[in-house]
């Protein structure tokens, strides 16, 4: 029912030593994890996966979209959910075509 306070309540009225707030003499160890490599210039340039994974997102969020509207076509009033699906539907083709068109040109090696 109690509860039970079990620290010391004494106050040190001692002032701080040079010794106390010195720095550690061990620093903390370095991450374990080692850092990542820098990307492979190949993976950039690479024209067919631009179009085979760009032309994948394009379709993905035009057969999600037109999932989305079937309902719409038929009368049935739109829902929080369908105009959800619906916009995701367009963010990812939109992503499908950034992908495709590559906008500032990060695809093309710098020479």
């Not at 109690?2 to 991450?31: C, D, L, M």
Request: hydrophobic share 40%.
């Amino acid at each position: 029912m109690g509860s039970s306070f079990s620290t010391s309540t004494e106050i040190s009225t001692r002032a701080p030593t040079a010794a106390s707030t010195a720095v550690p003499a061990n620093p903390p160890a370095k991450s374990a994890v080692p850092a990542s490599p820098a990307p492979d210039p190949e993976l950039k340039t690479c024209w067919s996966c631009r179009v085979l994974s760009g032309s994948a997102l394009f379709g993905a969020g035009t057969y999600v979209y037109l999932v989305a509207r079937r309902p719409l076509k038929q009368g049935i009033p739109p829902g929080p959910g369908t105009v959800l699906q619906m916009v995701v539907g367009i963010s990812i083709a939109c992503w499908g075509v950034v992908v495709l068109v590559d906008p500032k040109g990060k695809s093309h090696p710098v020479i």
